[in-house]
């Protein structure tokens, strides 16, 4: 005879897996004819565009394409040219699908970006690329269990339970449109050489079932002028916001994960004379919302009458943080092994990311552009590193961004501090356990007159509930017969409970 339980169910999302992949693509391209040879590479800037996303019979397909922009030195040249880039990737992740629909979450970043002379009119670009992946599926959550009247014998121990679960998981495709006039003190643009865009959300407000998420695109560009020797960068920020039908309520925490489609930029004329910059960015805001969950479940069951056999589930749920920031501090003295006789720029760019079991570890590639101590142009590339404590905890990165560059050149070295900004989600896993029914050997039934009415016992350390079960009798009827039944170390009188 098997006894259902009365069960109240609710939808949640369950993360069923979370994947990281990588690839390197590389790509050759030739200097153009009206080019200089090249003498020296001074910078690479790398960005990464997702453009799409999709289910396959094997798991999940992203597809994207990666965009550099390489500075070097042309021979008997004192211009910074450039070579602009662009190629297509994609990361396949083997995923074995739920019955119900998955949802897939991902974020891409470039962790490495290497070039290198094959001669003066061809070079070779190398690309490292990861993928972040999180799948999401549907299910029930049961939510409070009953047990049904009439059940003769049959004893169930209800815990309560308080979980954080994601509730509701959208998109939303987000365009920034905006134009930014360059400031006066600086010279006039003549050809755009790099652009880095990210975008940063700063908010995410709920009313009723919409949410309403708000952010910040921050722009770095670097463009050649007419006279100067190296390239000069303007950094721009356009806030925006959008209203996402998120379907619930009580949002107790999100993530916002806005992932880059596409980036368009141009200089035009205005009227004053001056120039300024047009911009679109084409993003996709993926958001996930968590609601706190309390729990009314049966842990455990008996009968007194017969044998029973209980009918469990142990699903493993993976719990999420909202987005926390945190900003690290590195400062490195730094060999430039020749005289730097003024500092033109330093690109920096995240590179490579180490996790161990207490620290999460950055590698920050930093581009040198100088004049050195013939009056000429010249550039390195050094690498320094940061470490960030986790205490163990398990954190997926959003993004990482360097906020503030500092240096100060002194000769053939140059004391260098940057600041990182690493945005993070801190996640654990747990697991819920419950008595879903519970099956009754009626052809086993106990024979109640070879069991004891009364049995004295003295406990060691076990609790009412295993001494009920184990005597046939309740929690109840041990509570009634006994005063402070819960002391440590007194005797027990445990009555037969029908």
């Known amino acids: 005879m098997e006894i259902q339980f009365e069960n109240r169910d609710t939808v949640i999302y369950r993360e069923y ?31 990464v565009f997702l453009k799409s996303k999709d289910l396959t019979p094997r ?106 679960l994601p ?41 009723g079932t919409k949410a309403i998420v708000k952010g910040n695109a921050s722009l770095t560009v670097a463009a050649l002028c007419d006279g100067q020797r190296g390239p000069v960068l303007t950094e721009f920020t356009a806030p925006f ?25 141009d200089l035009i004329d205005t009227i004053s004379g001056g120039k300024a910059l ?45 987005p926390q920031k945190k900003r690290i501090q590195l400062e490195e003295r730094i060999n430039l092994m020749e005289n730097c006789a003024e500092l033109l720029h330093v690109f920096a760019s995240p590179s490579r990311v180490t996790r161990e079991s207490n620290k999460l570890g950055v590698s920050v590639n930093l581009d040198f552009l100088y004049r050195n101590g013939e009056d000429r142009l010249s550039s390195c590339r050094r690498t320094v590193t940061a470490a960030m404590e986790t205490d163990g905890a398990e954190i997926h990165v959003l993004y990482i961004r360097p906020v503030q560059v500092t240096v100060k050149p002194e000769g053939e070295y140059a004391e260098c501090g940057v600041m990182l900004e690493i945005a993070y989600t801190i996640t654990e896993k747990t697991v819920i356990s419950s008595v879903e029914a519970v099956v009754l050997n009626d052809e086993q039934r ?43 170390g007194r005797i027990l009188l445990i009555p037969k409970c029908i």
Request: proline share 5%; net charge negative.
């Open 446 to 488: 106990y024979v109640q007159d070879a069991l004891p009415t009364l049995t004295l016992v003295r406990p060691s350390g076990e609790s009412l509930w295993s001494l009920a079960k184990k005597y046939h009798s309740s929690e109840e009827k041990i509570r009634q017969m006994n005063e402070d039944a819960e002391k440590t």
């Open 17 to 47: 897996c979370h994947l990281t992949a990588h690839t390197q693509e590389s790509i050759e391209c030739v200097v153009p004819d009206t080019d200089a040879d090249v003498e020296k590479i001074a910078a690479v800037q790398s960005r």
């Open 278 to 322: 047009d911009m679109e960015l084409h993003a996709v805001l993926q958001l996930s919302c968590s609601e706190q969950q309390k729990l009314h479940l049966v842990s455990d069951a008996y009968s007194n009458l017969m044998p029973a056999e209980l009918v469990c589930t142990n699903r493993e749920y993976v719990l999420s943080s909202s």
């Open 241 to 265: 916001s959008q209203i996402m039908d998120v379907g619930a309520e009580d949002i107790s925490a999100y993530t916002v994960k806005p992932e880059i489609t596409g980036a368009y930029f």
């Open 167 to 207: 509730t509701a998981i959208c998109e939303k495709v987000l365009v920034v449109n905006e134009q930014f006039g360059f400031p006066a003190e600086k010279p006039l643009p003549a050809k755009l050489i790099s652009e880095q865009a990210s975008l940063v959300v700063s908010d995410c407000q709920f009313v």
């Open 59 to 164: 798991g999940v397909l992203v597809s994207g394409e990666i965009d550099a922009s390489v500075l070097y030195i042309g021979e008997g040249q004192e211009l910074i040219s450039c070579i602009r880039l662009k190629k297509p990737f994609s990361l396949e992740y083997e995923v074995d699908p739920p019955e119900s629909e998955v949802l897939a979450q991902i974020v891409l970043a470039v962790r490495g970006t290497d070039v290198r002379m094959i001669n003066p009119r061809k070079l070779s670009v190398l690309f490292e690329i990861e993928g972040d992946l999180s799948c999401c599926c549907g299910e029930k959550l049961c939510v409070e269990s009953k047990v049904p009247p009439d059940t003769a014998g049959l004893h169930a121990r209800l815990e309560d339970l308080e979980i954080t």
